[in-house]
């Protein structure tokens, strides 16, 4: 465990509630913490030394996918009368399921067994160039396909698919040659930073923001020596991730507005699944946080 990553995880998970909480202020920087758990998620696969079967990927991603689709399907039916929004079609239903944001959990999990059946590839150098050179293409045609209309959840996919291709690049930056993976680095730094001249929302600075500390994967115990709490603290990232969206709707609902809502939504997810976690046997935990 890097503890500064694991710092890292849980204020980008406050940013991620931020961002859902629809708070203008910060919403960019916000969303930069999406950015960093997709990029950090898809380099830790990429870069693990054992094996992952299917059915491990199906345990931590689908099924509590599943579970969570039925609890915030339910809380839908309850408050709106409906289970789906209207213009869902049925792969919409399916892969943005009631909540959408559980799309990220089918999405990195085709993602990562892709990652498992072809990691060899990461091997080779042809590929290498092929990843770094579809990151930096990715960010600068941003403005392109930013203004096509998706069906959910590909909107989502379609902002995500950079931070994978970041992900598989760094996961391989060890391996490549110093000056390919320094030409690499700079178009990718300088298109980032084209995008933040740009201006272009959604891209510049949240990929900035999402990308920055990831420095940290390479380079630990800068800042942060190894600390059980901050590691307890960073295991119920996941299960804030899931359960965010239901404490903000409380949280509104009991009338909380304007940045308190975020920062109260956050800190009772956190202590929830915390609690949750500590009190309930883990194999019952691990397929709900």
């Not at 923001?209 to 590691?231: D, T, V, W």
Request: proline share 4%; charged share 15%.
């Amino acid at each position: 465990m890097k503890p500064e990553i694991e710092f890292f995880r849980i204020i980008s998970i406050f940013g991620i509630t931020w961002f859902h909480s629809g708070v203008t202020a910060g919403k960019d920087i916000a969303y930069g913490g999406l950015i960093f758990f997709t990029i950090v998620s898809v380099y830790f696969s990429a870069t693990s030394k054992r094996d992952h079967r299917v059915f491990e990927r199906i345990e931590r991603l689908i099924i509590p996918c599943v579970i969570w689709s039925i609890f915030y399907g339910l809380f839908s039916l309850i408050l709106k009368d409906h289970i789906f929004p209207e213009n869902y079609n049925t792969i919409s239903k399916i892969l943005a399921t009631p909540a959408i944001h559980l799309w990220f959990l089918p999405f990195i999990f085709i993602v990562t067994i892709t990652i498992d059946r072809f990691r060899f590839l990461l091997l080779a150098e042809w590929f290498q160039i092929i990843i770094g050179a579809s990151a930096v293409i990715s960010i600068i045609s941003a403005p392109i396909w930013r203004e096509v209309n998706y069906i959910a959840p590909f909107g989502q996919y379609a902002h995500a698919l950079p931070a994978v291709l970041i992900g598989l690049f760094l996961s391989t930056y060890s391996q490549m040659r110093v000056k390919l993976r320094l030409f690499i680095t700079l178009g990718l730094i300088s298109s980032i930073l084209l995008m933040l001249y740009k201006q272009e929302s959604g891209i510049g600075v949240p990929y900035i923001i999402g990308l920055a500390p990831c420095i940290f994967l390479f380079r630990q115990n800068i800042l942060i020596k190894h600390n059980e709490l901050l590691l307890w603290v960073a295991s119920s990232t996941f299960g804030v991730y899931l359960l965010h969206i239901f404490t903000l709707s409380i949280m509104k609902h009991v009338g909380v507005s304007g940045i308190a809502l975020p920062i109260f939504a956050f800190i009772i997810a956190l202590c929830t699944i915390l609690l949750f976690k500590k009190y309930v046997p883990k194999k019952l935990s691990k397929y709900i946080a």
